[in-house]
T-cell receptor, first 112, second 113 residues
Framework: GENVEQHPSTLSVQEGDSAVIKCTYSDSASNYFPWYKQELGKRPQLIIDIRSNVGEKKDQRIAVTLNKTAKHFSLHITETQPEDSAVYFCAARGGATNKLIFGTGTLLAVQP | EAQVTQNPRYLITVTGKKLTVTCSQNMNHEYMSWYRQDPGLGLRQIYYSMNVEVTDKGDVPEGYKVSRKEKRNFPLILESPSPNQTSLYFC????????????FGDGTRLSIL
């Protein structure tokens, strides 16, 4: 069945360093790839998304890259800050059902 | 304000006592979905609905029911709750057309004793 693998499960970086989270999806028909940030006790919130006709998208310190051939997409956070500490989820959607398949999440800890 | 509202936010109950978690959205979205979140397993879809009177199973539907009689509401029903349904539940909605992000409710933490 459809599957999204996410790595690493935990990531610790020093403030100011970059963080990269990687996801791989199995359904070649997937055409939409959002990233969600979930702070402790809060709901997931969209931080950036990319559609299959685009290879890269940036929004200030956050960027997402997509390699459709490899079925791989990544989240890049530059100049990390303590408030970036959270769980990040990737997801992939394809087909006619609008069904989002989520990765298992990455706990990012930014050390001051 | 555009939002997805879930109630209750927290519930502790006992095995076998039927319960309903309500979800309502004010964005006129066609698509609504329920997820459960468990440590190390991410967000797993329980049921989803593409529009009024159209519902379908997600990845973990066992022990749950849903209904979609109106566009704005999508309640999750646990007819006979069991301890393995203790979890954090999220409702989400989005437009059907185009690749649009899902908006999540604030979550419902259920404890089944």
């Amino acid at each position: 069945g459809e599957n999204v693998e996410q790595h690493p499960s935990t990531l610790s970086v020093q403030e100011g360093d970059s963080a990269v989270i990687k996801c791989t999806y199995s359904d070649s028909a997937s055409n939409y790839f959002p990233w969600y940030k979930q702070e402790l006790g809060k709901r997931p919130q969209l931080i950036i998304d990319i559609r299959s006709n685009v290879g890269e998208k940036k929004d200030q310190r956050i960027a997402v890259t997509l390699n459709k051939t490899a079925k791989h997409f990544s989240l890049h956070i530059t100049e990390t800050q303590p408030e970036d500490s959270a769980v990040y989820f990737c997801a992939a959607r394809g087909g006619a059902t609008n069904k989002l398949i989520f990765g298992t999440g990455t706990l990012l800890a930014v050390q001051p | 304000e555009a939002q997805v509202t879930q109630n209750p936010r927290y519930l502790i109950t006992v095995t076998g006592k039927k319960l309903t978690v309500t979800c309502s959205q004010n964005m006129n979205h066609e698509y609504m979905s329920w997820y459960r979140q468990d440590p190390g397993l991410g967000l797993r879809q329980i049921y989803y609905s593409m529009n009024v009177e159209v519902t379908d199973k997600g990845d973990v539907p066992e022990g749950y029911k849903v209904s979609r009689k109106e566009k704005r509401n999508f309640p999750l029903i646990l007819e006979s709750p069991s301890p393995n349904q203790t979890s954090l539940y999220f409702c989400a909605s989005s437009p059907t057309r185009g690749n649009q992000p899902q908006h999540f409710g604030d979550g419902t933490r259920l404890s089944i004793l």
